[in-house]
């Protein structure tokens, strides 16, 4: 690894998604989108549901989705603690659709505080889910 890349991973608690070399990595963090270079400052962030962009150092692309996170930077490293990751390919806007409904109807059910949070939280994944789900697709189409 030289000074012009970032050692990246990617994991959550089941697997590893990602680990290697990359110049460049664009993630949802809760203020807003992060773009990290090598030589970034250091910092810790929540991540979002949403699209993870890792540019190789050849310049082809890894994209996953994470449904949320922590995100650890190091000047030449990345690390994303992801409570769920999905390859792109593997996401299905009809199931997300399907899961989100059902999420609606038991926030309508929901009694305390808690409990709404949760599904708040799931609805908000899901609906960044679907998205780029359907984002992919229409790529892979074109």
Same mark, same amino acid.
């Given at each position: 690894m030289s000074t012009k890349?970032?050692?990246v991973d990617v994991v959550s608690a089941e697997e590893?998604?990602?680990?290697?070399?990359?110049k460049m990595v664009v993630l949802p963090g809760v203020t807003g989108e992060l773009g990290v270079l090598p030589g970034h400052t250091p910092l810790i962030s929540r991540v979002k549901p949403g699209r993870v962009k890792i540019t190789r150092e050849d310049g082809s692309e890894e994209t996953l989705f994470v449904a949320g996170g922590l995100l650890e930077v190091q000047p030449f490293a990345v690390?994303?603690?992801?409570d769920t990751v999905?390859?792109?390919? =593997?996401? =299905?806007?009809?199931?997300?659709?399907?899961?989100?409904?059902?999420?609606?109807?038991?926030r309508k059910k929901a009694t305390s505080r808690e409990e709404i949070a949760v599904i708040e939280r799931e609805l908000e994944m899901l609906a960044a889910q679907a998205h780029y789900a359907r984002v992919y697709t229409e790529k892979v189409k074109k």
């Open positions: 890349t970032l050692k590893s998604m990602f680990s290697g070399t990359a690390t994303v603690l992801a999905v390859r792109m390919e =593997d996401l =299905d806007e009809q199931k997300a659709l399907e899961a989100r409904k059902k999420a609606e109807e038991s």
